[in-house]
């Protein structure tokens, strides 16, 4: 049996063995209660109560909602600890494979919400972007999916747009999530069926259903291809992270969202959920929503928009898809 909502909540908020962690990892992990420290979480108010029904009862999406909320406050406080708004960040910066960085703080964060979110729900599997695989998760129905940084390279160049992302899969498709935006004050939260909401308030995607003038962010030259189908466009910035780029489309911040190919499910799964629960859509060329969880965990170009505007941004980015041979 699962764990009820009590017993998560004593799993997930047991004291954490800081001995367990590596020296730099529990500098970071202190860093929100040392003396005259306010942490950045601060300045998120609490979660509403949410009178919506969900796949269980309300009280259960609730409990839900509030586990992945305070579990990625907790980790935005640690990767604060290394932040240094317009400077380079003080976390170890390495580079893996592509030239991609990741830091200190990224791996401290993902030991955190490892220990944290399985301690929760020891049934579900395991997928992030900074842990190497285990395909064993391809066994469970849940499974976590978690970009501990989403955005590392502006995180450590100082700049605030990046974001913990926190997905709780079911068979392929996200249940709940959380994208928070520690340095911006910014907390996005969904549990299926019971809506979306940003600091605590509901939110709803744009009812916008013509193109020409939307605010749309993505690659320039997808926004670009798309201005010649649709006329002229409201260009927004692209915004480094993409879990932040997509829960923009579900505030009705931005009208379209566009990704190019190979996000992955770490990059996607928690904004995907916000988008439908604000009543928007994701989905790839083919119209299908994204499925997760699968053996490999890339996607092909997604398009993300309110929904009645998707069909006409998606035949746009057919179009010149198809036009310039881009996959």
């Not at 839900?64 to 406080?77: K, P, S, T, Y």
């Not at 915004?239 to 996607?268: F, G, T, Y």
Request: charged share 25%; with cysteine; aromatic share 6%.
């Amino acid at each position: 049996m699962e764990p009820d909502a009590v017993e998560l909540n004593r799993r997930l908020f047991h004291p954490v063995d800081l001995a367990r962690f590596p020296v730099a990892e529990r500098r970071s992990l202190r860093w929100s209660t040392r003396q005259g420290a306010r942490p950045i979480s601060a300045r998120i108010p609490p979660a509403r109560t949410s009178s919506a029904g969900t796949a269980g009862s309300g009280a259960d999406a609730q409990a839900l909602r509030e586990i992945m909320r305070q579990a990625a406050i907790a980790g935005g406080d640690i990767a604060m600890a290394s932040f240094r708004p317009g400077q380079q960040t003080s976390a170890r910066v390495r580079y893996k494979t592509g030239n991609s960085p990741v830091s200190n703080a990224d791996e401290a964060v993902d030991a955190f919400l490892k220990e944290t979110l399985t301690a929760a729900l020891p049934s579900a599997g395991w997928l992030s972007e900074e842990t190497r695989d285990d395909r064993a998760r391809l066994d469970h129905d849940l499974c976590w999916v978690v970009d501990p940084i989403d955005g590392t390279r502006a995180y450590c160049a100082g700049d605030s747009n990046w974001t913990v992302a926190i997905a709780l899969v079911e068979k392929g498709r996200p249940l709940a999530g959380v994208v928070h935006a520690p340095a911006l004050g910014e907390h996005y939260s969904a549990v299926r069926g019971a809506g979306a909401e940003m600091n605590g308030a509901p939110i709803l995607a744009s009812p916008r259903e013509q193109a020409r003038g939307a605010r749309v962010a993505g690659p320039g030259p997808m926004v670009d291809k798309l201005e010649h189908y649709t006329g002229a466009l409201t260009k927004m910035p692209r915004l480094p992270s993409l879990a932040l780029r997509l829960a923009r489309v579900a505030s009705n911040d931005l009208d379209i969202a566009l990704v190019s190919a190979h996000a992955r499910d770490w990059d996607i799964a928690a904004a995907d959920l916000l988008i439908e629960e604000a009543g928007g859509l994701l989905t790839g060329l083919d119209g299908f929503r994204p499925v997760y969880n699968l053996r490999d965990p890339q996607h092909e170009t997604l398009i993300s928009s309110g929904a009645p505007l998707h069909g006409e941004v998606l035949e746009g980015v057919q179009d010149f898809m198809r036009r310039n041979g881009w996959t």
